[in-house]
DNA sequence: CGAATCTAGTACGATAATGGTACTAACAAT
DNA sequence: ATTGTTAGTACCATTATCGTACTAGATTCG
């Protein structure tokens, strides 16, 4: 009567696999002030800055909430709000000097969790679990517009640790 | 200077589309009240029954929030708890009948899942990424004690949807 | 042009989830 | 019996989630 893990709650252990450790890396290079949900919020933010809808998109939570995390990271001093030129009401959520200072960390630790995963399956089968994760989250969310070809080139879009 | 993005955000993508579907699956069958958090909680009852703590190690939460969670699946009439006979301490949380109602929903909604995305990676592709995520789940949570293996068959262990 | 429609952001508020500290009762070890 | 550990729970403060709804700037189209 027992049955086999479905291949999603798979996924939630590999995320939050990653997302623990980005977290617990941030945490131990002085921003321990980063929640979870933060974080998710913060990997959506362009270098260029993004729309707070946009934010809400990628993280899969409603623009309320999105409003109330970029308060609390605005408050924090993560994210600053400029306007955006190309729309009287939209604003770009920006990472500030300060959140800047935290990207090489999740972006290491990113690597390391990436490395360390490849180790583990040789490079072959990583290359073939990223394809295979990509054309899934394809097929969930189609405007992911997203290159994975190493020829391509994307002026658009694209996430941050 | 545009980054790709993680595998871990990958998996969080597969993972939330697939937790999504099932729950709105279960809305749709009139188990509507349930939320995400205590659908993630509902995935690791077995069905014999299993204690608290086990079912926030599953879910990744402290046990305190499971047993907030618990208390309102027990409320709504989910869940009950019933002494565990090897241990005085212990509760078994387990299914009510109404709460065994949503299981096959659950379990059609997941089985469809699977079988959608095996139809778009074919599948020895399915199969491949099945495996790796098994790996990099182990990896991350080595007392998951799972078999994979058609062969082996463990008497303890196993989720449900 | 101007009215209807849409969209980005925000406010307010109610509920749900998270997680710290700490207590009790039962078990385990010596 | 004393000590240490573990399961469950209570209490509580904070954070996150999300419904309803408003404002102001865009867009569409007669």
């Known amino acids: ?11 939630f252990i590999g995320f939050r696999a990653a997302e623990d450790r980005i977290v617990a890396a941030l945490a131990e ?10 974080a998710r919020l913060l990997a959506g933010i362009d270098l260029d800055g993004t729309r707070l809808v946009v934010l809400a998109d990628r993280a899969r939570i409603p623009k309320q909430t999105a409003l109330a995390l970029v308060n ?11 306007p955006d030129p190309s729309d009287g009401r939209a604003r770009l959520i920006r990472l500030t000097a300060h959140g800047r200072g935290g990207l090489p960390v999740a972006i290491a630790e990113e690597a390391r969790i990436e490395a ?10 990583m290359r073939a ?3 295979a994760l990509w054309e899934l989250a394809l097929s969930a969310d189609p405007h992911l517009h997203a290159p994975e070809d190493p020829q391509r080139e994307e002026p658009e879009g ?3 640790g």
Do not use: C, F, K, P
């Open 1 to 11: 009567m027992e049955r086999e893990i479905s291949s999603g709650w798979l996924m």
């Open 29 to 38: 290079a002085g921003y321990a002030d980063i929640t979870r949900a933060q």
């Open 116 to 125: 360390d995963w490849q180790a583990l399956l040789g490079i072959r089968r």
């Open 158 to 160: 694209g996430h941050n």
């Open 72 to 82: 609390g990271l605005e408050a924090a001093g993560y994210v600053e709000r400029v």
């Open 129 to 131: 679990l990223r394809r």
